[in-house]
């Protein structure tokens, strides 16, 4: 399979945990996004990465979201202290920038429920 | 003002007959795409079509098709013949060159398809 994966699919957690997020994006796309979705609403944009760069951060990236592409390929999102409004799916997409082909292709989504 | 529009919360209709979801966008970029996504219910976004602002011709992708309509800002999508496993929330989605390519999505219109 060589699309968008994302680990885990679903997470449980007690609020005030900590919580990381795997996205490994398909080979050789150099920007990476994260999306927010709450149910019955369209995609949120978290932020992107062009490589291991972090070029830019929603404003709904509150200092508890950390986000992180160390070596350009798979990324990371933590959520520290997590909070009851929270719980939503986390959405990672890929693109291969530069080229006339602006898609976005995303993963399957982490489904976050903070009790 | 929002800058793409999917009026169309939810629609419901009978296994075999046709129908079009709409979608009207506002974009002053000369150079823009536009996006069709689809979210079964297991929450994956998947590519359906993109469409650069220079190219009005219409496409068809077997029961799909979609019509681009400068003149009126409008990507309207078509199903012919519906299915059940077309069931689905539908998103339409905006890149622009002035917003870096970010996608601007719709609100999405749910399509229900009763046997």
Redesign the interface.
């Known amino acids: 399979d060589t699309g968008v994966s994302q680990n885990p699919r679903h997470k449980i957690t007690k609020r005030g945990q900590n919580v990381t997020f795997r996205c490994d994006p398909i080979s050789e796309h150099n920007r990476l996004y994260w999306y927010r979705q709450t149910l019955?609403?369209?995609?949120e944009?978290l932020t992107?990465f062009q490589n291991e760069a972090q070029l830019?951060k929603s404003r709904l990236l509150s200092d508890r979201f950390s986000a992180e592409r160390p070596k350009g390929s798979f990324s990371t999102l933590e959520i520290q202290r997590t909070e009851q409004g929270d719980s939503a799916?986390y959405?990672c997409?890929s693109r291969l920038?530069g080229r006339?082909?602006?898609?976005?292709?995303?993963?399957?989504?982490t489904?976050l429920t903070v009790l | 003002a929002q800058k793409v529009t999917q009026a169309q919360t939810e629609i419901s209709v009978v296994e075999k007959e046709d129908v079009t979801l709409d979608c009207v966008y506002e974009t002053r970029d000369t150079t823009y795409?536009l996006?069709w996504?689809k979210q079964p219910p297991?929450?994956?976004?998947?590519?359906l079509i993109?469409r650069?602002s220079f190219d009005e011709q219409n496409e068809i992708s077997g029961r799909y098709s979609w019509n681009f309509q400068k003149s009126t800002s409008s990507f309207n999508f078509t199903i012919t013949a519906s299915q059940v496993v077309d069931s689905a929330v539908y998103?339409c989605?905006l890149?622009e060159v002035s917003s870096?390519?970010?996608?601007i999505?719709?609100?999405?219109t749910k399509l229900i398809i009763k046997p």
């Open positions: 019955g609403q369209g995609p944009f992107y830019e799916m959405l997409a920038a006339s082909t602006d898609t976005q292709y995303f993963g399957p989504g489904r | 795409y996006f996504y297991s929450g994956e976004l998947v590519f993109r650069n998103f989605a890149s870096n390519y970010q996608l999505w719709g609100a999405g």
